[in-house]
């Protein structure tokens, strides 16, 4: 098994930033990319964007280019989403999750995951 603990959500206002952090532990593995998704009440959980341990493929979706900024630190085994730009519409519940392949691509859908955190939420006021 997999434990993925997601933190660093709030509220910030429109234009401010904000850093989640999603630590891994139990059975974890460099083989395997990371992800980060988002979800609003009554919509379908989203793509924000992916990453993996070994390697520099790093992806996002076309709404949050350019403003966030996925990393990683391996000795910690932790992965980070720097939001920048923040605005009203991305407010959700972010997710991390564990994939079930060792690259970046195909990654937008959420059955590419197996394992998952408990969600951090993220409130941006305008």
């Known amino acids: 098994q997999v434990q993925l603990v997601e933190s660093g959500g709030g509220l910030v206002q429109a234009g401010g930033s904000l850093r989640l952090s999603c630590a891994a532990s139990g059975r974890t593995t460099y083989t395997y990319a990371m992800g980060w998704s988002r979800q609003t009440p009554g919509k379908e959980r989203e793509f924000v964007g992916a990453i993996v341990w070994i390697g520099s493929s790093i992806r996002y979706a076309d709404s949050v280019k350019g403003r966030f900024t996925i990393s990683r630190d391996n000795a910690k085994n932790t992965v980070y989403l720097q939001m920048n730009s923040l605005k009203p519409e991305d407010t959700a519940v972010y997710y991390c999750?564990?994939?079930?392949?060792?690259?970046?691509?195909?990654?937008?859908?959420?059955?590419?995951?197996?394992?998952w955190g408990q969600g951090t939420q993220v409130t941006v006021s305008s």
């Open positions: 999750a564990r994939s079930n392949r060792p690259v970046v691509a195909g990654l937008d859908s959420s059955d590419s995951y197996n394992y």
